[in-house]
């Protein structure tokens, strides 16, 4: 099984940058779609990006030209760098991965959630 521990949540004021990171750990097979989603006690929770093995990114309009998606598969880690922050920016932000294990099993997990809270 994998277990995502993710890091970088924090308080910012509007306008700064906070990088998120993600860390796979325990046995995969073949790392595929990795991303981050977010959530808010009025929304449900929603796609900020996705980046395939081979880099490949996709995002969600909200965060286009200010988030940027990168991985480092050799360390299965995932890592959200976030600019130019605004406030409805505010949520939880969770890490996810799909992945194939060892015994050729499909799985997708879920983070723990890390708090970013951006000041106005």
């Known amino acids: 099984q994998v277990r995502l521990v993710e890091s970088g949540g924090g308080l910012v004021q509007a306008g700064g940058s906070l990088r998120l990171s993600c860390a796979a750990s325990?046995?995969?097979?073949?790392?595929?779609?990795m991303g981050w989603y977010r959530q808010t006690p009025e929304k449900q929770r929603e796609l900020v990006a996705t980046?395939?093995?081979?880099?490949?990114?996709n995002y969600a309009d909200a965060v286009k030209g200010r988030f940027t998606i990168t991985r480092d598969n050799a360390k299965n880690t995932v890592y959200l760098q976030m600019n130019s922050l605004k406030p409805e920016d505010t949520a939880v932000y969770y890490c996810?991965?799909?992945?194939?294990?060892?015994?050729?099993?499909?799985?997708?997990?879920w983070g723990q959630g890390t708090q970013v809270t951006v000041s106005s």
């Open positions: 325990g046995s995969v097979f073949s790392m595929n779609s």
């Open positions: 996810h991965a799909a992945y194939i294990t060892r015994a050729l099993t499909s799985f997708n997990d």
């Open positions: 980046i395939t093995r081979s880099g490949s990114a």
